[in-house]
C-alpha cells in the first residue's frame, strides 16, 4: 500500500517509453555504436526522456540513473532506475522480447521493479513487502516449483559475453541443467516469475539491467542474487542468478562454486 | 498462379496449427523427453494430427514428411514437409518465437514455405517462381542490402548445438560479424525476409527445420545454401547461411572455409 503511488508512477513511466518504442518497432533505425559497442537507437533515447520528463515534474526530489542519460539527482534517498531498451539487439532485430525496465531504489536495494514489453503487451509488476508482489498485467504470478537442477529450464541472454571464468562455471550448470534456452534479455525473467522457465544466470549486467528484474522475481516468490548468495543491492557484481525454486538455486551455487 | 491452391492449402495448414498452439500455449504441459532429448509436447502431436488431417482428405496423392509422425505417401512426386513447432524450448518457456513450418517439395527443391508464428499473428508465406515472393501478413517484404560481413546484424539460435569444427568456424563469422543475436529459431529467417537481420547461419538442421525456410528467404530476395555455397534440396547436410545480400553471403562462404 505505502508504495501505490510510485507503482502508478512506474507504470505511467512504462506507457511513456512503449509509446515511443512501438512507433519506432521494425523501422529501419540508424544505429550507432557506443564506446562499449553495444548498438544504441534513437528510440533509446527518445524512450528515456520521455519517462525522465515524468519524474522531473513529479518527483523532483528523487535521483535518476538511466542507461542513457547517466545520473542526476545525485545523493537523493530514493532514486529510479531507468533501461529504455533491455535487449537492444532483440529490439533492431525485430523481436518481441526486449523491455523496458523501471526500478524504484531506496536505501540501495530495489523495491519496485517493472518490466515492460510494449509490442506483445506485456507488463510485469513487482513489488516487495506486499502479497501478491508480482502481477502481469494485472493478474498475480507466481514462480514454479522445480526439484533440482537437472530437472530445471535454464535461460540465459549471451554466455559468450561472460569472463573466462564466468563462462566455465555456467557451463558447469548448463550440462546438469535440462535444456538451456538462449536469447530473451529481460523477458526471460518475466518468464521465470510466471512459472514458465525454471532458471536465469547471467554475468556482467549493470544497475539498470538488474534492479527491475528483483521486485518481480522475489514478488514471485522466486530467489534472486549474485552466484554468491549475496542479496542484489546497489554495488553488487552484476552476476546473478533468479530460480523459481530455491532448491535449485541451492545447486546452482555448489555447482558454480566447484 | 499455379501454386496459389497449394498455398490456400499451406494457409489452412497454418490456421488449423495455430488453433492447437494458441489453446496450449503457457499452460503447464507436460513435456517428455525423446530420444533425441528435445522436448515434445501434445501440443506438438495435435498440431501436426489437424495439419495431416487436412492433406489426408484434400491432397490424397502428395506425401507427407512431418516431425513428430514420420513419413507417409513415400515415393510420391510432390510432398508436405510439416515441423507443427519449430522452437520446442522457446515454446515451452512461453516465448512466443517459435513458429509452425510447413514446406511444399516438388522434385527435391522446396516450392513453397510458411513460417507461422501463431501467437504474435505474423505469417511469412514465401513461394519460388512469383514476384513478389513472400508476404508477411499479405504484404510483399524484402531483404536489405547489406555491404559486407563486417556490418551484419548475425542471429543463430544455439551455436553450442554445432559439431565442434562447425562451432570454430561459426565463431570465426561471428567475431568477424556486427554483432550475434542468440535464439530465435525460425523466426529469425522471417525477420532476415522482412530486411531486420543480415545473416542467419546454424548447422544440423533436419530437412524439415529448414525446407519451409527456403522459399521465405529465396522470395524475398536473400541468398540460402549450404556451407559450401550448394543450393539446399532434399538431401543436404542441414548446414545452412541465409542472408540478405549476397556480398555478406560470399564472405561468410569464405570465413567458413579458412
Chains 1, 2 share one sequence.
Not at 504470478?141 to 559475453?161: F, I, K, Y
Not at 535444456?179 to 529481460?186: I, N, R, V
Request: with cysteine; glycine share 12%.
Amino acid at each position: 500500500m505505502r508504495l501505490a503511488p510510485d507503482i502508478a508512477i512506474a507504470n505511467r513511466l512504462a506507457d511513456a517509453a512503449g509509446e515511443v518504442l512501438r512507433r519506432h518497432f521494425r523501422q529501419r533505425l540508424e544505429v550507432e555504436a557506443k564506446a562499449d559497442c553495444s548498438p544504441v537507437t534513437v528510440a533509446d533515447r527518445e524512450a528515456e526522456a520521455a519517462m525522465r520528463a515524468i519524474l522531473e515534474a513529479d518527483r523532483p526530489q528523487d535521483g535518476i540513473v538511466g542507461e542513457e542519460y547517466g545520473v542526476s539527482g545525485a545523493g537523493a534517498k530514493r532514486f529510479w532506475v531507468l533501461d529504455p531498451i533491455d535487449g537492444t539487439r532483440a529490439f533492431i532485430a525485430g523481436r518481441a522480447t526486449f523491455g523496458t525496465l523501471i526500478a524504484l531504489v531506496e536505501q540501495g536495494l530495489p523495491v519496485i521493479g517493472v518490466i515492460d514489453q510494449p509490442i506483445a503487451g506485456e507488463r510485469w509488476v513487482g513489488q516487495l513487502g506486499e502479497w501478491p508482489g508480482t502481477r502481469l498485467n494485472g493478474v498475480p504470478v507466481r514462480v514454479r516449483d522445480c526439484p533440482g537442477l537437472a530437472r530445471a529450464h535454464l535461460a540465459t541472454t549471451h554466455p559468450a559475453a561472460f569472463s573466462a571464468a564466468g563462462h566455465a562455471a555456467f557451463h558447469r550448470v548448463a550440462r546438469a541443467a535440462r535444456d538451456t534456452l538462449l536469447g530473451g534479455d529481460c523477458h526471460n525473467y518475466g518468464l521465470l516469475a510466471a512459472g514458465h522457465l525454471d532458471l536465469v544466470i547471467e554475468e556482467g549486467l549493470k544497475l539498470h539491467d538488474w534492479a527491475a528484474l528483483v521486485p518481480v522475481v522475489l514478488g514471485a516468490g522466486g530467489v534472486m542474487t549474485d552466484w554468491r548468495g549475496e542479496p542484489l543491492r546497489v554495488g553488487s557484481s552484476g552476476a546473478v542468478i533468479a530460480a523459481g525454486d530455491r532448491r535449485v538455486h541451492a545447486e546452482v551455487l555448489a555447482t558454480l562454486a566447484l
